[in-house]
């Protein structure tokens, strides 16, 4: 997932949290700001660019996976965080896109908002 206007890995950590605490967090750890493990879903959180963020979930074997983890996080953080944009990405799924107040899937390349 990406998110604009807005890049706080704090926040992003307590806003995590407040949805299912973490079985380990640390920070940083190489290029990310934080990298945590809950539920056999690895989080981590990567500054890309002066306001940009990158907060990234990978299934790690254990009973929750990435995908609901991510689609949680995007609608907890559309609606309590000064997120302007946010991009929420993965395989096999459609693309969700976040803007003034509303997530929609991503067009395709003939399609209009």
């Excluded at 940083?28 to 306001?51: C, F, N, S, W, Y």
């Excluded at 074997?61 to 991510?70: E, I, N, S, V």
């Excluded at 949680?72 to 946010?86: G, H, I, Y």
Aim: hydrophobic share 40%; aromatic share 8%; glycine share 10%.
């Amino acid at each position: 997932m990406f998110l604009w206007g807005w890049t706080d890995s704090r926040l992003i950590a307590r806003t995590l949290e407040s949805l299912r605490p973490f079985d380990t967090l640390d920070g940083p750890v190489g290029p990310a700001e934080l990298v945590g493990m809950r539920d056999g879903v690895l989080v981590e959180v990567t500054r890309e660019g002066a306001d940009a963020t990158r907060v990234r979930f990978v299934d790690a074997g254990g009973p929750a996976d990435a995908w609901t983890a991510a689609h949680s996080f995007l609608w907890v953080v559309t609606r309590r965080l000064p997120v302007e944009e946010a991009l929420l990405l993965g395989d096999d799924t459609e693309p969700l896109h976040y803007r003034e107040g509303r997530i929609r899937t991503v067009p395709t390349s003939g399609e209009r908002y």
